[in-house]
């Protein structure tokens, strides 16, 4: 065993995850280390490693050399570790209490040690069994809002985010979202994965020209607009959550881009859930995509109005441009993401588990409609109680 010593990348062992572990001094000497691998993303291992005499956990996080979800065949830099150990980091400045602890960074062995989150479950599988969550929507509106307005020319020197911007590119990451979301399911790509039952809605989409057109502007606007340091993947597995807490994990896709897509992307999980459910759950659900925008907003707006240092700051109307553009941006990132789950190479659990062929069929026709409805309409929805009678009228 040379793991903890030889600083060669090899991804690790349950085995060698203890001993790596016991190495840390994170455990007392007498401690009884287990570990188990938990990871289900597409990308990493992660190893729960615990104390069985004092109960005490934590997380180690390795990077593996290619995409789990497709094999060895598909290479992927290890240096998104290093990336998403300082988004952690960088966002916990501002969102504390929001995102894990990072113990440690091992550049060599891309591993992240951090916080045991083992208490709380990946929102999408709580989401799935009707759990209740009546914190997640205000806590993400908070970390929307904290990290994303901290990261920004509104509140940084112009020399310090540059230098954040660069510490930050990501460019292989990058790819894999301009690929997955934005160009392939948009044409008949080899890397589309969609029901034979859906084919006539997929051609419909791959001709619409109007419908490209917006995601033609919106796949730019990832390459082109620096605006914030993004988690770059917040989907509902990527939050941890309880009653009681929220924790924003996995920002490996972590890169400075425009504001709206983490917004866009944590709705568009939401409304996916919408599509699944009935009557008062959907309700449920419904609020926590208002409560979402709200929170967000609000607190965006107020920490602009105290701590912006734009000097355009007070100028009539440009918070309005702004916070505007976002929305905007928000609704067209959502409706991607929710075409690309549904009928691009990465799916979500939520539609896939129906176990009945024509719900699990009549739920896929109806995200990819709303979300079509998103991309096309995104110029005209007037707010966010405009996209809940969209919904609630969708779905009736
Ligand atoms: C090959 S990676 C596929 C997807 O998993 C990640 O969580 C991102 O959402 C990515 O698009
Ligand atoms: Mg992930």
């Given at each position: 065993m040379?793991?903890?010593?030889k600083?060669?990348?090899?991804s690790?062992?349950e085995?060698q995850?203890?001993?790596?572990?016991?190495?840390?001094?994170?455990?007392?000497?007498?401690?009884?280390?287990?570990?188990s691998e938990?990871g289900?993303?597409?990308?990493?291992?992660v190893f729960?490693?615990?104390?069985?005499r004092?109960?005490?956990g934590i997380?180690?996080k390795?990077?593996l050399?290619?995409?789990?979800?497709v094999?060895?065949?598909?290479?992927l830099?290890?240096k998104r570790?290093?990336?998403?150990?300082n988004?952690l980091?960088?966002?916990g400045?501002?969102?504390?209490g929001?995102v894990?602890e990072?113990?440690?960074i091992d550049?060599e062995?891309a591993i992240?040690?951090?916080?045991d989150?083992s208490?709380?479950?990946?929102s999408r599988?709580g989401l799935?069994g009707?759990?209740?969550?009546?914190?997640l929507?205000t806590d993400?509106?908070?970390y929307?809002a904290q990290?994303?307005f901290?990261t920004s020319?509104f509140?940084?020197?112009p020399?310090e985010?540059?230098?954040?911007?660069?510490?930050?590119s990501n460019?292989?990451l990058?790819?894999?979202?301009?690929?997955l979301?934005?160009?392939?399911?948009?044409f008949d790509?080899?890397?589309?994965d969609f029901?034979?039952?859906?084919r006539?809605?997929?051609?419909?989409i791959w001709?619409?020209?109007?419908?490209k057109?917006?995601v033609?502007k919106?796949?730019?606007s990832f390459?082109?607009e620096a605006e914030?340091l993004?988690?770059?993947d917040l989907h509902?597995?990527?939050i941890?959550?309880s009653e009681t807490?929220?924790k924003?994990i996995?920002?490996?896709?972590a890169f400075?881009?425009?504001?709206?897509?983490?917004v866009?992307?944590?709705?568009?999980?939401?409304?996916?859930?919408?599509i699944?459910r009935e009557?008062?759950?959907?309700d449920?659900?419904?609020?926590?995509?208002?409560?979402t925008?709200?929170v967000?907003s609000a607190d965006f707006?107020e920490?602009?109005?105290?701590?912006?240092?734009?000097?355009y700051k007070?100028?009539?109307?440009f918070k309005?441009?702004?916070l505007?553009?976002?929305?905007?941006?928000t609704?067209?990132?959502?409706?991607?993401e929710l075409i690309?789950?549904?009928i691009?190479?990465?799916?979500?659990?939520d539609?896939?588990?129906i176990?009945?062929d024509?719900?699990r069929?009549l739920s896929k026709?109806?995200?990819l409609?709303?979300?079509?409805?998103?991309?096309?309409?995104?110029?005209?929805i007037?707010?966010i109680?405009a996209?809940?009678?969209?919904?609630e009228?969708l779905q009736?």
């Amino acid at each position: 065993m040379t793991i903890a010593t030889k600083k060669q990348y090899e991804s690790l062992t349950e085995e060698q995850a203890i001993i790596y572990a016991k190495n840390l001094n994170l455990f007392s000497n007498d401690a009884q280390l287990t570990c188990s691998e938990i990871g289900d993303g597409n990308l990493n291992y992660v190893f729960h490693i615990k104390d069985l005499r004092s109960g005490k956990g934590i997380i180690l996080k390795q990077a593996l050399p290619y995409a789990k979800v497709v094999g060895e065949s598909w290479p992927l830099t290890l240096k998104r570790a290093l990336i998403e150990a300082n988004a952690l980091k960088k966002h916990g400045e501002f969102a504390a209490g929001l995102v894990p602890e990072v113990y440690a960074i091992d550049e060599e062995l891309a591993i992240t040690v951090m916080e045991d989150l083992s208490r709380l479950t990946i929102s999408r599988e709580g989401l799935i069994g009707l759990e209740s969550y009546p914190k997640l929507a205000t806590d993400i509106g908070k970390y929307l809002a904290q990290t994303l307005f901290h990261t920004s020319d509104f509140a940084l020197h112009p020399f310090e985010k540059k230098k954040l911007v660069s510490e930050f590119s990501n460019p292989e990451l990058c790819k894999i979202t301009e690929d997955l979301i934005f160009t392939d399911p948009f044409f008949d790509h080899e890397t589309n994965d969609f029901e034979p039952s859906l084919r006539a809605e997929v051609e419909a989409i791959w001709n619409n020209e109007l419908l490209k057109l917006e995601v033609a502007k919106l796949k730019k606007s990832f390459l082109t607009e620096a605006e914030a340091l993004l988690h770059g993947d917040l989907h509902t597995g990527s939050i941890f959550a309880s009653e009681t807490e929220t924790k924003v994990i996995d920002p490996e896709f972590a890169f400075y881009g425009p504001i709206g897509f983490d917004v866009g992307l944590f709705l568009a999980n939401l409304i996916v859930q919408t599509i699944t459910r009935e009557g008062e759950q959907r309700d449920v659900i419904l609020r926590h995509i208002e409560q979402t925008w709200e929170v967000f907003s609000a607190d965006f707006s107020e920490l602009w109005e105290n701590k912006a240092v734009e000097s355009y700051k007070d100028t009539k109307g440009f918070k309005a441009y702004v916070l505007n553009k976002i929305f905007r941006d928000t609704l067209g990132f959502a409706g991607c993401e929710l075409i690309r789950r549904t009928i691009g190479l990465a799916h979500v659990k939520d539609l896939d588990g129906i176990v009945e062929d024509e719900k699990r069929i009549l739920s896929k026709k109806q995200a990819l409609r709303i979300g079509e409805l998103l991309l096309l309409k995104r110029e005209s929805i007037s707010s966010i109680q405009a996209v809940i009678v969209l919904l609630e009228e969708l779905q009736k």
